[in-house]
């Protein structure tokens, strides 16, 4: 098994009858030797993976069987994985510091101050965007089919609180009257809800008050090209940062009764962790879905509080890339599993990891809103490439 030793000062070799480890000895120059001693952990843990890679490469040139003691190996792997992408965002994070105290480049510059520059203002963290409000260029949001402008947009998107995503177009249609009801707002006769995007956009936009509702459509990839330009939107409407973002839509239940409202806590991936990965430059990287645990309580104390007809529940969601054999279902154009396989796949989706339901867009929507508000070091230590996991 993989040994880690926290020490300070002198490292010693470690010692293994399976794996040796070597320390590899990087000098961190840090007030907080705290975070040198994180950030040496990591470089630990990436070249002891890398001698369980080598381990194994080595003994599959002789034999496509696993033995016992290389299965534990391949186990190892999977278990340090997670840890590991942890531990080197904590290092990136690190280096960033250092990097940021003893150098002064333009363009790092330039992102800070811009992305830092109002901390009431809703910003994203595109110094490009920046440059262009600042000259005062418009921008055509194409999937949106409308003009995001400096002069217009504020007037009608400065006063956003509440920005609620959904599957298709006809459900945010009727959730936008519904909105209008429960706000007691009232549309000029014959118009009703009014969709700002143009007649060509991919999606649907309605504004009823202080909310902000779209339709997303199908997988994350959607998803992720809606969060982005309705970010910018909401940048050139000096929107205020203080902005929730939620997602409502169906959902395949795992082990609870049809009708069921799942309230995320946590998201995974089908590797079951908690990390978007997007492919940048030629590079993999990993960007943690977290949500609002606060907003989760919120929603859960204001669901028991009124009378509602349908149970709710507070559960872990699946996010997948497809809908049939993805999500473990018989009725897809392939399938290459038993009733029993999907039977026992799922229980233990629900045992082990809590799993009460499944969707395809979560992970992107919780990756995305978590990324454009956590702070400006934070999220230069995400600019890594994934050289091995």
Not at 10 to 17: G, H
Not at 41 to 66: G, M, P
Request: hydrophobic share 35%.
């Amino acid at each position: 098994m993989l040994k880690v030793r926290k020490s300070v000062g002198n490292r010693q070799e470690e010692k293994s009858d399976k794996v040796p480890v070597r320390p590899k000895k990087v000098e961190f120059v840090d007030e907080d030797e705290d975070w040198s001693e994180l950030a040496q952990l990591a470089v630990d843990a990436l070249e002891s993976i890398d001698k369980f890679r080598k381990q194994i490469e080595d003994y599959c040139q002789y034999t496509q069987n696993l033995p016992g003691e290389m299965k534990e190996t391949v186990d190892n792997l999977s278990t340090l994985r997670h840890a590991v992408i942890y531990s080197k965002i904590l290092q990136n994070q690190h280096e960033t510091s250092v990097l940021r105290r003893e150098h002064t480049n333009e363009d790092d510059n330039e992102i800070s101050t811009k992305s830092t520059r109002n901390d009431e203002l809703f910003e994203v963290p595109n110094p490009h965007i920046h440059r262009q409000c600042e000259a005062g260029q418009s921008e055509y949001l194409y999937h949106l089919d409308m003009l995001a402008s400096v002069e217009q947009s504020p007037s009608l998107f400065h006063d956003v609180q509440f920005v609620c995503v959904g599957d298709t177009p006809a459900r945010m249609y009727k959730f936008a009257g519904y909105c209008m009801e429960l706000l007691k707002i009232s549309a000029p006769v014959g118009l009703g809800v009014a969709d700002l995007c143009g007649a060509h956009a991919r999606f649907v936009l309605y504004k009823v008050g202080p909310v902000l509702i779209a339709s997303h459509g199908v997988g994350n990839s959607n998803m992720s090209i809606l969060l982005n330009e309705l970010f910018k939107l909401l940048h050139y409407g000096k929107a205020k940062k203080a902005i929730r973002f939620l997602r409502i839509g169906i959902s395949t239940g795992v082990g609870v009764r049809p009708g069921t409202t799942v309230i995320t806590q946590h998201v995974y991936n089908a590797s079951m962790q908690s990390f978007y990965e997007q492919h940048i430059l030629g590079h993999a990287v990993f960007r943690p879905a977290v949500l609002d645990q606060n907003m989760v309580q919120d929603l859960l104390f204001h669901a028991s509080s009124v009378n509602i007809h349908f149970p709710v529940i507070v559960g872990n969601t699946l996010c997948t890339s497809g809908y049939f054999e993805e999500q473990a279902r018989l009725d897809g154009a392939f399938c290459d599993y038993s009733h029993l396989e999907k039977v026992k796949h799922l229980q233990n989706c629900q045992q082990t990891h809590s799993i009460r339901n499944m969707d395809m867009e979560s992970l992107s929507f919780a990756a995305l809103t978590h990324f454009v508000n956590i702070s400006v070091l934070q999220r230069q230590a995400f600019r890594w490439s994934s050289r091995m996991v």
